[in-house]
């Protein structure tokens, strides 16, 4: 089954799709750093209260 776009759609297409994937990358890749500050923060939580440091805090 092919898909026959018309001339609109086409050029519709080529300029929406980039944004949309580098939309849909940068989500990704929020939620990821995001999750990673969450962790490095329990974790600095765990030592703090176990009256060990992590080495890059003071």
Same mark, same amino acid.
């Given at each position: 089954?092919?898909?026959?776009?018309?001339?609109?759609?086409?050029?519709?297409?080529?300029?929406?799709?980039?944004?949309?994937?580098?939309?849909?990358?940068?989500?990704?890749?929020? &939620? &990821?750093?995001? &999750?990673?500050?969450?962790?490095?923060?329990?974790?600095?939580?765990?030592?703090?209260?176990?009256?060990? &440091?992590?080495?890059?805090?003071?």
């Amino acid at each position: 089954m092919s898909m026959n776009l018309s001339i609109d759609q086409r050029e519709t297409l080529n300029r929406w799709l980039p944004t949309l994937l580098a939309v849909v990358v940068v989500w990704f890749v929020a &939620r &990821r750093i995001k &999750r990673f500050f969450w962790a490095v923060f329990g974790i600095g939580w765990v030592m703090f209260w176990a009256g060990g &440091r992590l080495p890059f805090w003071f």
